[in-house]
C-alpha cells in the first residue's frame, strides 16, 4: 500500500480526525497525519504554543470545543500519565493515545511489533529482545514490554539501577545493569533516549560515562553478527547509539519510521471505519 504509486484510498473519506500534541513529535504526529490523509480523512492539527492553553485553557475544555467542530477521532500526545484515559471521558470522539508522560505509546509498540514480525518471519515465540537505557522514564519501554510478552517474546530490561522501573519484577522480564548480558543470546537491541526532560536530576554522572557502559557500537555489531538495531527515536548519536551504529544495515530504525504509518493507518481505519460500518448495520 505505502509503495503504491497512488497511495491514497477513499476508505475514510469524510472522517476529521483531530491531532492534539501537547508534546513534541516529528513521527508520530506526522505518520498520524499521512495515515488519516492517505485514508482520505480530513485533519486538523493542533499544538499547545500557538495554542489557547497558554491563555489558561483546560486540556478538557480545548477538546470539547475542538470536537464541537465536530471531529470524530482525537489523536492525544500529553505530558501527563493518563490524559488520553481522562479525555475519553470528557468526548464523544474516538480517542488514541499518541504518548502520555512516562506511561504509554501503544502505537509505537505496535509498530516495533510489525518491524520485528518483517525481520523473524512472524515468530515471537522465544524471540530475545533486549530495551536498553532510560526504562524507567520510557513509554515506549512499557508498551513494548506488554506487547512483547503477550506474544512469547522474552524481554531484558537493561539500564543504570537508576534507569530501571521499581516494579520491574511485576512486568515477568528479566533486569541487568550488564550490557553484556543482555546482548548475550539477544536477537534485538532496542536502545531508549535518555530523557533527560523526565528525569529530576541527571541519574548518571556523564554523558560520556553512560555511552561507554550503555551506548551500542561497531563491536557490539562485530561481537553478535545477527543483532539487529532498533530505536524508537528521536536517537542522539554519540549517546545510546553510536553514530555508525544507527547507519548501519542491521539498524531498522528508518523501516521502524514507515512501518508507523501502515500501523496507523490500520489504527484510524480499525476506530472510524469499522465504526461507520457497525453504523450502517
Ligand atoms: N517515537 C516517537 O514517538 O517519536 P516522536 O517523539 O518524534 O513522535
Known sequence: MLD????????????????????PSTRTKLSFELA???????????????????KGETLKDTARNIEAM?????????PSPGAPHALARWVQSGVINAGDGAHEHPTQALLDLLTMADLFDGRFEGLRV?????VAHSRVARSGVFGLSA????????????????????????????LAEALDGCDVAMALR????????????????????????????RRHPELRIMH????????????????????????????????RM????????????????
Do not use: W
Open 232 to 263: 524508537p527515536g528521536p536517537v542522539n548519536r554519540g549517546v545510546e547509539l553510536e553514530s555508525e551504529v544507527a547507519d548501519h544495515e542491521r539498524a531498522v530504525i528508518l523501516d521502524q519510521v514507515t512501518n508507523g504509518v501502515a500501523v
Open 151 to 178: 506474544l512469547g517474546a522474552s524481554v531484558t530490561l537493561c539500564g543504570p539501577r537508576t534507569m530501571l522501573p521499581v516494579e520491574a519484577d511485576t512486568l515477568g522480564v528479566r533486569t541487568t545493569s550488564r
Open 70 to 78: 465536530k471531529t470524530d477521532l482525537v489523536v492525544i500526545r500529553h
Open 266 to 281: 490500520a489504527v484510524l481505519y480499525l476506530l472510524a471505519g469499522s465504526r461507520d460500518e457497525n453504523d450502517q448495520n
Open 130 to 134: 533486549s530495551i536498553i537505557g532510560d
Open 36 to 54: 488519516a490523509g492517505r485514508l482520505s480523512a480530513e485533519t486538523v492539527n493542533f499544538s499547545k504554543s500557538g495554542s489557547s492553553v497558554s
Open 4 to 23: 503504491r504509486p497512488i497511495k491514497q484510498v477513499p476508505t475514510l473519506r469524510g472522517v476529521t480526525v483531530a491531532n492534539m500534541f501537547f508534546e
Open 194 to 221: 535518555i530523557q533527560r526532560e523526565r528525569q529530576g536530576n541527571l541519574l548518571f554522572p556523564s554523558l560520556r560515562e553512560y555511552h561507554r557502559q550503555f551506548g551500542l557500537t561497531r563491536e557490539h555489531l
